[in-house]
Structures are given as C-alpha cells and as structure tokens.
C-alpha cells in the first residue's frame, strides 16, 4: 500500500495538472479553429 501512495503522489499530481491545462485551454483552441475557418469568408469580403 505504502508503494502505491508513493506511486500516486508522485505520477498522480503531473496528471491532474495535465488535466486541468487541457481543460482550461479547449475553449480557446475551439475559438481559434473557428477563427480559421471563417478566415476565407473574411477575405473574400463577404
């Protein structure tokens, strides 16, 4: 059990860390994606 603690706090923390970026910056990739895609239109002036 003592090594499975070690394991978490030492491999669980990185995770959750990941996981919290990834969510904080879906939004702004989702913003952006759609940026570029209506990039064309933008351009062609309509």
């Known amino acids: ?3 499975w603690m070690q394991w978490v706090s030492e491999v669980g923390f990185p995770i959750v860390v990941t996981l919290y970026l990834l969510h904080r910056i879906e939004a702004k990739l989702d913003k ?3 940026s570029i ?3 064309p239109a933008k351009i062609r002036g309509n």
């Open 1 to 3: 059990m003592e090594q």
């Open 37 to 39: 895609q209506m990039l």
């Open 32 to 34: 952006l994606n759609s």
